[in-house]
């Protein structure tokens, strides 16, 4: 299955903390075949904290959906992040933006994921490695996703 997932992280060494998610990813069968260019960010949700580096993966895996889920809880929590406050700081942010063209929507896991829309942090990388991709749901590409929340900030 092909998915794509937002890394990001605020805390320590940014670049060696995705560099280290994207190995512990490929550790756990999680086969990375495109990662977009980071780019730094502002702080979403709760923006009295540093800033962000953010990127988004593609990558290949036979993980279903709830596994999947759980190897990255699982690499996110070996790498020290610590669930204190909704959107504070962490160390590592793994999201499952898409699982193929599947929705899901339980009170666990929601895909695609239920907010990108509004995060540039997600839709600028993710045009950036697969601009044709066609979110289910709203039935544009992430170029138009893209286009359309530039337009409306």
Known sequence: MIVYIAVGTNMGSLEE????AVERMEDAGIHISKIAT???NKAYGK????????????AQTDLDP???LD???KIEADMGRVRIEHWGPRIIDLDIIFYGNRIIETERLAVPHSDM???DFVLNPLAEIAPDLRHPIEG?????????????E
Not at 17 to 20: A, D, K, R, V
Not at 47 to 58: G, I, K, R
Not at 140 to 152: C, G, Q, R, V, Y
Request: hydrophobic letters at 35%.
């Open 17 to 20: 903390n995705i560099q280290q």
């Open 38 to 40: 980071p780019i730094h």
């Open 47 to 58: 923006t009295d904290q540093a800033d962000f580096l953010n990127t988004v993966v593609e």
């Open 66 to 68: 709830w596994n999947l």
């Open 71 to 73: 190897a990255l809880q």
């Open 117 to 119: 829309k509004n995060r």
């Open 140 to 152: 544009k590409t992430i170029t138009e996703m893209a286009k359309e929340l530039k337009n409306k």
